[in-house]
């Protein structure tokens, strides 16, 4: 159902959800960017309506909401385990444009459906609510609509700022009673209210991606990966702000110098750096860059659907904004799209 609501009101609505939710979305940190006069924008913690930033796409994605960059699992001694508590104690509601929606869809795949299910995930995705941040426009990097991920209909409640308030469509009956409670009318039960109310999606990028439908092994031995040998520095900026990269490692941490008291911790990783591949035996899988270059690119475009039935990839962009060699995320899959286009 969709409503109108001046914006008093809606810092008014806002200040309820404070009280039994943790609000999070992308918000502007001042002085906090790559150098000290430049600003990052990121995920944090709400204060107040004024908080989110709608003109700019956060740099890193929402994902540390679900995925925290260090996650304690438990606490042991030498006689007994004990399971940490979750990380947050509220439910949160999260601010989320539609590529990142799209994003929750394939961290649900890897940790609540991928042979089994991570029990730590599960207890702060099932205590989310979804709200989506209209999108009138696209980001200058972003793909999504190449992607199918620039429109979605998983969400509890979509918010769109405008000249005349802030339009609310609902999915979610809590919140039909708190606007009730703010004296909001439905929009369609208003005069010349529009029948067609509905959230802001983009409808053209200016970058588009081609995906390859078909990839034989000739790919993965092109010489364009040797390119990344050299470009790619290793610093896996790129799989950091992705809002679909889930791999992590573990560190044991000890609390005394007999090792035997502790607590285990789950920690970002990431494919691009050195050492993740490394085994037992001094032994590594990838070494060269371009080989995870091309581990990550495949990955996104080609395993990941092999097994799921869809692109890993949303789209938003975000990996050839980060990157400090200005090397392309979509202009790669590109590549890849127009080199299987020759060998067939």
């Known amino acids: 159902m969709g409503y109108q609501l001046q914006i008093e009101d809606m ?51 929402f994902k540390e909401a ?18 940490a508590q979750a990380e947050r104690r509220k439910p949160a509601l999260i601010f989320l444009r539609s590529c990142d929606i799209h994003a929750i869809k394939r961290l649900d795949e890897i940790y609540l459906r991928n042979r089994f299910e991570d029990r730590y995930y599960r207890r702060l995705r099932d205590n989310i609510k979804l709200v989506l941040m209209g999108c009138p426009l696209s980001c200058d990097s972003g793909f999504c609509v190449s992607m199918g991920t620039n429109r979605t209909e998983d969400y509890d409640a979509a918010v769109s700022p405008g000249a005349e308030g ?39 990028n200016a970058v588009k991606v081609e995906i390859p439908e078909h990839l034989d092994s000739s790919v993965i031995q092109a010489p364009l990966w040797k390119e990344y040998d050299s470009r790619c520095v290793g610093c896996g900026r790129c799989n950091f702000v992705c809002p679909t990269c889930t791999c992590f490692t573990m560190q044991d941490i000890y609390y005394t110098d007999n090792g035997r008291a502790g607590e285990r911790r789950r920690v970002h990783a990431s494919c691009m750096v050195d050492g993740y591949t490394d085994v037992a035996g001094g032994g590594c899988y990838r070494k060269a860059n371009g080989e995870r270059m091309r581990f990550k690119v495949l990955h996104k475009i080609s395993d990941f659907k092999k ?31 127009a080199l299987a286009k020759e060998e067939n």
């Not at 943790?22 to 204060?47: C, F, I, K, W």
């Not at 995925?67 to 030498?78: C, D, G, M």
């Not at 995320?329 to 590109?334: D, G, I, K, L, T």
Request: charged letters at 30%; proline letters at 6%; glycine letters at 6%.
């Open 11 to 61: 810092k008014r609505l806002f200040d309820r959800w404070k009280a039994d939710y943790t609000l999070l979305g992308p918000r502007r940190m001042a002085g906090e960017g790559m150098y000290s006069d430049t600003d990052v924008v990121r995920y944090g913690e709400l204060e107040n309506w004024e908080d989110l930033e709608w003109d700019q796409r956060s740099h890193y994605s």
């Open 66 to 83: 679900v995925l925290p960059i260090t996650q304690i699992l438990f606490y042991f001694t030498e006689e007994t385990v004990t399971e």
């Open 166 to 204: 802030v339009r609310i469509i609902s999915k979610w009956a809590e919140l039909d009673r708190e606007l009730e409670r703010l004296g909001a009318a439905p929009v369609d039960s208003q005069p010349d209210s529009q029948p067609d109310f509905q959230p802001d999606f983009p409808e053209e």
């Open 307 to 337: 097994q799921f039935g869809y692109q890993m990839c949303v789209g938003c962009g975000r990996c050839d904004d980060i990157c400090p060699e200005y090397i392309s995320f979509s202009a790669c899959v590109n590549r890849v799209a």
